[in-house]
């Protein structure tokens, strides 16, 4: 079975720090990727996705994510991040199981913004 | 304008009185589905449909029913609640999700007391 884990839980930078998220996967295939950010009180945002090609790809907001294989990563990052980046952001992989497409999702990261 | 809506967005209730939490999709997607998130445990996937009269279980199905009788709607019932299921609920559709992802809804936070 596919899973995803965010090791960190909190998260904080200054505002105009560079970020980088981390987000390990396991999954027996090639998978699909996503980052989402949820802001407080809202529902989940798509950033960006990965399904195949170029491993560096870019999102809205800023944000890129880079598919490392080797690593088994998809990392997310942000060269200057801004106070409204404050949020939670949750990786996940989509798979088809036996049971039809499913995306599992991590625990999460919270994202504190100092300015 | 694409969206997927959940009512109510709050909700508190007592112990055991039935509730239904409603959701909507306008994009005319195959796939819904409702998680429930919770402090440390991320998104859980409670029951999924891959479309209408076609629904299974998810993760953590106990306690929850669900119906697809219409492709747009999705409803998330849950019979006699108990206080563990205070959560927050989200709705999502798409057109496979393990390729395209979810489009969610804005939640449902759910007391029960």
């Known amino acids: 079975a596919q899973s995803v884990t965010q090791p960190d839980i909190h998260i904080t930078v200054s505002e105009g720090a560079s970020l980088e998220l981390r987000c390990n996967y396991s999954?027996?295939?090639?998978?699909?990727l996503f980052w989402y950010v949820q802001s407080p009180g809202q529902g989940l945002q798509l950033l960006l996705k990965y399904f195949s090609g170029d491993t560096l790809v870019q999102g809205i907001k800023g944000f890129e994510a880079e598919f490392k294989r080797s690593q088994s990563s998809f990392n997310l990052r942000k060269p200057s991040v801004h106070w409204s980046d404050a949020a939670e952001y949750f990786c996940a992989v989509g798979a088809v199981t036996g049971g039809g497409n499913k995306l599992t999702f991590g625990t999460g990261t919270q994202l504190k913004v100092e300015l | 304008e694409a969206q997927v809506t959940q009512n109510p967005r709050y909700l508190i209730t007592v112990t055991g009185k039935k509730l239904t939490v409603t959701c909507s999709q306008n994009?005319?997607?195959?796939?819904m589905s409702w998680y429930r998130q919770d402090p440390g445990l991320g998104l859980r996937q409670i029951y999924y449909?891959?479309?209408?009269?076609?629904?299974d279980k998810g993760d953590v199905p106990e306690g929850y029913k669900v119906s697809r009788k219409e492709k747009r709607n999705f409803p998330l019932i849950l019979e006699s609640p108990s206080p563990n299921q205070t959560s927050l609920y989200f709705c999502a559709s798409s057109r496979q999700p393990s390729n395209y992802g979810y489009t969610f809804g804005s939640g449902t936070r759910l007391t029960v007391v």
């Open positions: 999954y027996g295939a090639t998978p699909y």
């Open positions: 994009m005319n997607h195959e796939y």
């Open positions: 449909s891959m479309n209408v009269e076609v629904t």
